[in-house]
Nanobody
Framework: QVQLVESGGGLVQAGGSLRLSCAAS????????MGWFRQAPGKEREFVAA????????YYADSVKGRFTISRDNAKNTVYLQMNSLKPEDTAVYYC??????????????????WGQGTQVTVSS
C-alpha cells in the first residue's frame, strides 16, 4: 500500500506560479511511477504529467507542456509539479497518483492504483 498526500494548492493570479508536492508513505521501498491528474468543475479528470521511477522519463499533456515541470526526490518520497504561467483554465483539483508495478510514466488513469485526496488550484483572471 502507498499513501499519498498532496499540498501546495491555493489561489493565484493568471501568469503566476505554484508548486504542488505529493508525499508518499507506506510501501515506498518499491519502485513506482507517479503522475498528476486534475479535475475541473463539471469535467472529467484528465492527465497532466507523469514521471518514471528514476525520474529520467517524463510525459506531459499538450495543454501544460512548456509551462509545468514534474520532478521527484526519491530520498524524500516526494513528487513535485512546478506550475508556471498559470491560466484560468488550469483551475481544478489536482491529484497525484502512484503505481508500484509501473516504472514508466503513464497518462492512463487505470494504470494507477494509489491516489491522493487532491488539492485545489484556483487561477483568477
Amino acid at each position: 500500500q502507498v499513501q499519498l498526500v498532496e499540498s501546495g494548492g491555493g489561489l493565484v493570479q493568471a501568469g503566476g506560479s505554484l508548486r504542488l508536492s505529493c508525499a508518499a508513505s507506506g510501501r515506498t521501498s518499491s519502485s513506482y511511477a507517479m503522475g498528476w491528474f486534475r479535475q475541473a468543475p463539471g469535467k472529467e479528470r484528465e492527465f497532466v504529467a507523469a514521471i518514471s521511477w528514476r525520474g529520467t522519463s517524463t510525459y506531459y499533456a499538450d495543454s501544460v507542456k512548456g509551462r509545468f515541470t514534474i520532478s521527484r526526490d526519491n530520498a524524500k518520497n516526494t513528487v513535485y509539479l512546478q506550475m508556471n504561467s498559470l491560466k484560468p483554465e488550469d483551475t481544478a483539483v489536482y491529484y497525484c497518483a502512484a503505481e508500484i508495478t509501473l516504472e514508466r510514466p503513464s497518462s492512463f488513469e487505470y494504470e494507477y492504483n494509489y491516489w491522493g485526496q487532491g488539492t485545489q488550484v484556483t487561477v483568477s483572471s
